[in-house]
């Protein structure tokens, strides 16, 4: 005669604690720091060493830029595609020492290179990428609602006044990618911003001439303490900004269920 089972007995399998499995253990690449979840793809890794390449290239030219806005301002608005190299180029040409037309052109890849790498981080890393952009800005968040909102009608004029607008172009670059914008559809927004930008440069350079010229040539002469004060303030800027996210307490855990 066998035993019904009585109605307040479990399962041996319920009544044992379930140990944690390896699919529950905490992944090393689960980083808030970093832009993805999970294991990097092999795309992850190729954009991200183009984001961090990029830096590093804006980085090392820092302290060459005083020195070659007197000098050589073409090589240096192809290489950077500063406002500074940019006025300075225009302004030379206006006094016979180069060519107006290679001042322009050579600002387009200075001032586009490192565009179509924040686009593809945004369309690939999406929300996660913007809000670690923006940082403390509300820029990021204000501006995917925008976009949820009014789709292309803002995305696309918001590439277009980009260089414009006082807030860092790569935001609006990688919200253009988050929103689905298309590939030829970002290059051309972009290389109408960046003409719009440097026909503006370059009229202000060719206005101011001589005087821009002198200013230029200044900046140049003393070119190695303003180098030397940019890296300072980056260095200085760059501790700031890590020993507050060190002061920052831990959120505390969410509680479970």
């Known amino acids: 005669m066998t035993e019904e089972p009585t109605a307040g007995a479990a399962p041996a399998a319920q009544e044992a604690p ?13 980083d808030p720091r970093l832009p993805w979840t999970g294991k990097p793809s092999k795309k992850d890794i190729a954009c991200w060493a183009a984001v961090v390449g990029s830096g590093l290239f804006l980085l090392i030219l820092l302290p060459f830029r005083a020195a070659l806005v007197g ?24 006094v016979g020492h180069g060519s107006l037309i290679v001042a322009i052109l050579a600002a387009f890849p200075g001032i586009m290179k490192f565009d179509l790498v924040w686009w593809w981080a945004g369309s690939l890393w999406g929300e996660k990428l913007i809000l670690l952009v923006s940082g403390r800005r509300s820029h990021g ?8 909102k009014w789709g292309p009608r803002f995305t696309w004029p918001a590439v277009i006044v980009s260089d414009f607008l006082p807030i860092p172009t790569s935001i609006i670059y990688a919200v253009a990618g988050w ?8 290059i051309a927004l972009d290389f109408i911003a960046s003409g719009l930008w440097i026909g503006l440069l370059v009229s202000l350079g060719w206005a101011l001439g001589h005087h821009a010229v002198v200013v230029a040539q200044a900046i140049s002469k003393y070119s190695l303490w303003i180098s030397l004060a940019i890296v300072v303030m980056v260095v200085a800027g760059q501790f700031r ?3 507050r996210k060190r002061l920052v307490p831990p959120e505390p855990p969410a509680p479970r269920p």
């Open 141 to 148: 968040p204000k501006y995917m609602e925008r976009v949820n």
């Open 241 to 243: 900004g890590s020993r």
């Open 71 to 94: 000098t050589h301002p073409v090589l240096g608005e192809l290489l950077n595609g500063s406002t500074e190299s940019i006025i300075s180029a225009a302004a030379f040409a206006r």
């Open 179 to 186: 929103a689905g914008m298309g590939f030829v559809t970002f």
């Open 18 to 30: 379930a140990e944690p499995g390896p699919e529950t253990e905490k992944s090393p690449w689960d």
